[in-house]
């Protein structure tokens, strides 16, 4: 029984993708497809790196945070480290996430009164 394979186009669609997303992936050593002709054949490996960058990108993580936790998982069958690392990039990439908030709440707050400042300086000239 050999294990499944996808062509681009299979994958591209199963991700709602363009192949051109994937090729990039494959430049990043994400998934390395195996050939067939000029065809590119991807493996059950290939899927759940894809699947593993395309989430790791879903949640805003760098593309070296990805790689990295990626290659984790080609590593020995314990997943201690790998759960303690990936812990680690979430709670870091969370609490900057959690200040872009409070920055964009602040700014349009700012907005807020800036306008508020503007429609009374506006009101005032008309005489209302």
Same mark, same amino acid.
């Given at each position: 029984?050999?294990?499944? /394979?996808? $062509?681009? %186009? ?7 993708? /363009?192949?051109? $997303?994937?090729?990039? #992936? ?5 998934? %390395?497809? %195996?050939?067939?002709?000029?065809? +590119? ?6 899927? $759940?790196?894809?699947?593993? @960058?395309?989430?790791?990108? +879903? ?8 790689? %990295?936790?990626?290659?984790? #998982?080609?590593?020995?069958?314990? /997943? /201690?480290?790998?759960? +303690?690392? #990936? ?11 959690? *200040? ?13 009164? *800036? *306008? @508020? ?8 000239? *008309?005489?209302?």
């Amino acid at each position: 029984m050999t294990d499944p /394979t996808w $062509t681009i %186009s299979e994958l591209a669609q199963e991700f709602a993708i /363009t192949p051109r $997303t994937i090729r990039f #992936y494959e430049d990043q050593g994400i998934v %390395s497809p %195996s050939r067939d002709g000029r065809n +590119r054949v991807y493996g059950p490996r290939d899927r $759940t790196r894809l699947k593993l @960058a395309l989430r790791g990108k +879903r949640l805003g993580l760098q593309l070296a945070e990805i790689l %990295s936790l990626i290659d984790m #998982y080609d590593g020995p069958g314990d /997943t /201690t480290a790998q759960l +303690r690392h #990936y812990m680690t990039v979430l709670e870091k990439h969370r609490a900057m996430m959690e *200040q872009q908030r409070k920055d964009i709440d602040e700014t349009l707050h700012e907005i807020q009164r *800036q *306008q @508020a400042n503007c429609e009374k300086l506006l009101a005032q000239r *008309q005489g209302i």
